[in-house]
């Protein structure tokens, strides 16, 4: 019988939440827990009632631990069925490790995206740690769960998406809206996408990062517009280096310099386009005729 199975481990939680057990019982397959102020009757109804009373501090206790979340979460994991009012609930309460912090937070931020991120199978480099360490707004990043309530993820509309995925609808949509917030914003997502060019990596996924990313307008041109990095000339071009300011709509300001390499994976251009030659003819015609 399912409950009586879990009529231990219920027990074991109960008591590292700090509430007193006296006495417990059972018939017919199913138990009853009476404490020094409330009844747990087998089933998630009477659980789930009781975890909705328990305070901020009673959820802080340490002897409540990862163990013993992990129980709550399995428990309602195996359930065959759960309400709208028991996923509500469980929403509710600080079962969720966090991947970037050590400390259990609950799914009530209606504004954010709760994310288990995952590396790719064919990746050979893991960026799950370094996509973290982006502190994007709008996100919680929780650790891997176990197997065990994995299933439970999905039922709490937990997104769990491989890094890849994570960079391609998440990421590069905001590289124009980390570029006007300034360099410092924008530079650690730089060198977060360089690595996807990681030695022997995946070429399947390089094309998918470069797709996503080229298409994106975040480059800060020298004459002071965004441009893409297809629409982007490569400044150690030498005609580059001759008409700098005829191309400097083209050209990447110079602090974008240290990201060339990133930059021509992205499609920067290695010779000009028949618009901008018509540029530097009209900057030649102009000096020949001062001469």
């Known amino acids: ?40 009757q087998s089933g998630e109804i009477g659980l789930t009632a009781l975890l909705r009373k328990v305070s901020a501090d009673r959820w802080g206790n340490e002897s409540l631990g990862f163990k013993n979340r992990s129980k709550i979460l399995e428990y309602y994991s195996l359930r065959r069925r759960l309400s709208k009012n028991d996923i509500d609930a469980i929403r509710g309460m600080p079962l969720f ?20 991120l995952q590396k790719d199978q064919s990746a050979i480099k893991d960026r799950t740690l370094d996509l973290i ?13 176990t197997k065990k309530f994995c299933s439970l993820y999905e039922k709490l509309n937990i997104i769990t998406i491989l890094t890849s995925d994570y960079m391609v609808n998440f990421v590069c949509p905001k590289l124009p809206n980390l570029a006007r917030s300034g360099l410092e914003t924008l530079e650690p997502v730089l060198d977060t996408l360089l690595s996807w060019w990681y030695p022997k990596e995946s070429i399947a996924l390089q094309t998918k990062i470069q797709n996503a990313a080229q298409k994106e307008v975040f480059i800060l041109s020298a004459g002071g517009i965004m441009i893409s990095a297809k629409n982007c000339v490569d400044p150690n071009m030498l005609i580059a280096k001759c008409f700098t300011m005829e191309l400097q709509n083209y050209l990447p300001t110079s602090y ?30 102009s000096m020949a005729g001062k001469k």
């Open 133 to 145: 360490a982006l502190n994007i707004q709008g996100f919680c990043f929780l650790a891997t769960p």
């Open 256 to 285: 974008l310099y240290k990201h060339l390499k990133l930059l021509r994976h992205l499609g920067l251009k290695k010779s000009l386009s028949g618009s901008m030659i018509l540029l530097c003819a009209h900057a030649l015609d």
């Open 97 to 116: 490790l966090r991947a970037d912090k050590r400390e259990y937070v609950n799914l009530l931020v209606g504004s954010k995206k709760y994310i288990h």
């Open 1 to 40: 019988n399912f409950e009586l199975e879990w009529r231990e481990d219920i027990s074991d939680v109960i008591l590292s939440l700090g509430f007193h057990l006296l006495y417990i019982s059972d018939d017919g397959g199913k138990y009853q827990l009476e404490l020094l102020r409330d009844i747990v």
